[in-house]
């Protein structure tokens, strides 16, 4: 007998429980991933996120011929080319993890009806993109939780479920497998410089250096911009090349302040993604409406995608995402918070640069975070606003993540870096970096007006 293993938001062969269930339940297997075309045409394969996902499929089908299967590939309709590999290879069932999304709610529906009107069996195993599933803990009377401290307590108490070992044979089946995609087919575009090499491989050699030391300092370090002390593993989660659960069991099991809060802020991904499986339509719009009316300064806007903001820190956060598709927490907050607050801008216009760049843009995590930092999503103090001359005075002390990221203002030693309008004439006039281009007090007031906080 053969089954399909059909790979989704899952490219990994650890705890992957839908791999599991279809090497378990037949002879032979057909590991399958398909280049899906309503995926292609939302838009959300970026040049970035392709290079990534090109690197996922190459490692996923040399690990998988270690075992002695391989990767098959095809693209177009997933529905059609599931129905037609599973005729092609004689398969019984189709095994695929339960999808959070609201398109993979579709997805699965769709392909359950059209293999079982081939006399096929479409096998859905737990869902896997979170530790705890969306929905797995609720408040009493209702669907989700709107504030983290509380759903960070049920989550722990509830536990998060044992990772599953890696299955060691898969025997393959005998199937025309296709070629696998190289990054312009899935994309057209050029990459970021310097993006993380995609993949299982990459993420558990990533995994075991962060358990083996950073992690311990992860507690008092995440914060800090040049020190870079976080795991840096947010692209593997988001492509499933790791588990979330598996995370989530390997810290506790070091323990230490470090690892709780690291497992804090995997609940934290759990949250949001609790939040939208609720609420759909927070992808778009308010989660809470603050009766904003945005600006929408293009010159402005235009500056901050650039980097050209005339604050350093703000334009380090945006050149680090435009080089490295990836961006320091502490940095995709202070840049969003000028965006929203400083700028006043909509947090949307905010949420698809970041989706065009990040490698692990995902909808639950990059909007509500956004929507976390415009003060329209669940943040207790919603008209907070991040001073980002304060901002970089904690977090950037001497300045040195400026320099990384604005080569216009390497040669500026120590903090002074963070001010050079206040650097002598001279030495300004020669540097080719532009002057602030909203005074921070006149924002500050503009937005406790727009927000009606002076009244
Ligand atoms: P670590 O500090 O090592 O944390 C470990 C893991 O916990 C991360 O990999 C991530 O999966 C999760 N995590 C950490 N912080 C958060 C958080 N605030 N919310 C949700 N999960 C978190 N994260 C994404 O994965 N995708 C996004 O599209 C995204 N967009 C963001 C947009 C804005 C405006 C902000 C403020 C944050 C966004 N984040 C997003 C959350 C966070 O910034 C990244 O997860 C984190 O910087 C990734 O780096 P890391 O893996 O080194 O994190």
């Known amino acids: 007998s053969v089954s399909i293993a059909l790979f989704t938001g899952d490219l990994r062969l650890h705890d992957n429980p839908s791999l599991r269930g279809a090497s378990g339940s037949a002879d032979q297997v057909v590991p399958l991933f398909v280049v899906d075309h309503a995926i292609r045409d939302t838009g959300f394969p970026t040049p970035n996120r392709a290079a990534f996902l090109a690197g996922c499929l190459a490692d996923l089908d040399a690990?998988?011929?270690?075992?002695?299967?391989?990767?098959?590939?095809?693209?177009?309709?997933?529905?059609?080319?599931?129905?037609?590999?599973?005729?092609?290879?004689?398969?019984?069932?189709?095994?695929?993890?339960?999808?959070?999304?609201?398109?993979?709610?579709?997805?699965?529906?769709?392909?359950?009806?059209?293999?079982?009107?081939?006399?096929?069996?479409?096998?859905?195993?737990?869902?896997?993109?979170?530790?705890?599933?969306p929905g797995a803990?609720?408040?009493?009377?209702?669907?989700?939780?709107?504030?983290f401290t509380p759903y960070f307590r049920r989550w722990a108490e509830q536990g998060v479920r044992a990772p599953l070992p890696a299955p060691r044979r898969i025997?393959?089946?005998?199937?025309?497998?296709?070629?696998?995609?190289?990054?312009?087919?899935?994309?057209?575009?050029?990459?970021?410089?310097?993006?993380?090499?995609?993949?299982?491989?990459?993420?558990?050699?990533?995994?075991?250096?962060?358990?083996?030391?950073?992690?311990?300092?992860?507690?008092?370090?995440?914060?800090?911009?040049?020190?870079?002390?976080?795991?840096?593993?947010?692209?593997?989660?988001?492509?499933?090349?790791?588990?979330?659960?598996?995370?989530?069991?390997?810290?506790?099991?070091?323990?230490?302040?470090?690892?709780?809060?690291?497992v804090r802020q995997l609940a934290w991904r759990d949250f949001h993604h609790q939040v939208l499986a609720a609420r759909p339509a927070a992808a778009h719009r308010d989660y809470r409406t603050r009766g904003d009316r945005w600006r929408a300064d293009a010159d402005e806007i235009d500056a901050w995608r650039a980097g050209r903001t005339g604050y350093p820190i703000v334009d380090a956060a945006m050149r680090q995402l435009r080089q490295e598709g990836w961006m320091h927490n502490r940095a995709r907050l202070l840049a969003a918070s000028f965006l929203t607050?400083?700028?006043?801008?909509?947090?949307?216009?905010?949420?698809?640069?970041?989706?065009?760049?990040?490698?692990?843009?995902?909808?639950?995590?990059?909007?509500?975070?956004?929507?976390?930092?415009?003060?329209?999503?669940?943040?207790?103090?919603?008209?907070?606003?991040?001073?980002?001359?304060?901002?970089?005075?904690?977090?950037?002390?001497?300045?040195?993540?400026?320099?990384?990221?604005?080569?216009?203002?390497?040669?500026?030693?120590?903090?002074?870096?963070?001010?050079?309008?206040?650097?002598p004439a001279a030495e300004r006039a020669a540097l080719e970096y532009p002057e602030p281009i909203v005074d921070l007090d006149v924002a500050a007031a503009r937005f406790r007006r727009a927000r009606g906080l002076d009244d």
């Not at 803990?137 to 669907?143: A, F, L, M, N």
């Not at 905010?350 to 956004?370: I, K, P, S, T």
Request: hydrophobic content about 35%.
């Open 341 to 423: 607050k400083t700028l006043y801008a909509d947090w949307r216009t905010g949420a698809r640069h970041f989706q065009e760049l990040l490698v692990d843009a995902d909808v639950a995590n990059n909007q509500l975070n956004w929507q976390w930092a415009a003060g329209t999503g669940t943040d207790t103090r919603p008209n907070r606003v991040l001073n980002p001359l304060t901002q970089a005075q904690r977090f950037d002390p001497d300045g040195s993540y400026v320099r990384r990221y604005v080569p216009e203002l390497a040669g500026i030693p120590g903090s002074a870096v963070h001010r050079p309008w206040r650097l």
């Open 171 to 262: 025997p393959g089946a005998r199937v025309r497998y296709g070629s696998l995609p190289s990054p312009s087919s899935l994309a057209a575009g050029t990459p970021s410089p310097t993006l993380p090499e995609g993949g299982e491989t990459a993420a558990r050699r990533r995994l075991g250096r962060w358990l083996d030391g950073p992690l311990e300092g992860y507690a008092d370090g995440h914060d800090d911009l040049p020190g870079d002390l976080t795991s840096r593993l947010s692209p593997y989660l988001h492509f499933g090349c790791l588990s979330a659960a598996e995370l989530v069991h390997r810290a506790l099991a070091l323990g230490g302040a470090g690892a709780d809060a690291f």
């Open 137 to 147: 803990v609720t408040p009493q009377g209702k669907d989700h939780y709107a504030v």
């Open 63 to 133: 690990r998988l011929r270690r075992t002695g299967a391989r990767l098959a590939v095809r693209t177009g309709d997933v529905t059609e080319q599931v129905r037609e590999v599973a005729a092609e290879a004689g398969a019984e069932q189709v095994h695929i993890a339960a999808g959070v999304s609201g398109y993979a709610q579709r997805r699965e529906e769709r392909l359950r009806r059209a293999l079982e009107s081939d006399g096929r069996l479409l096998v859905v195993h737990e869902a896997v993109v979170t530790a705890v599933a």
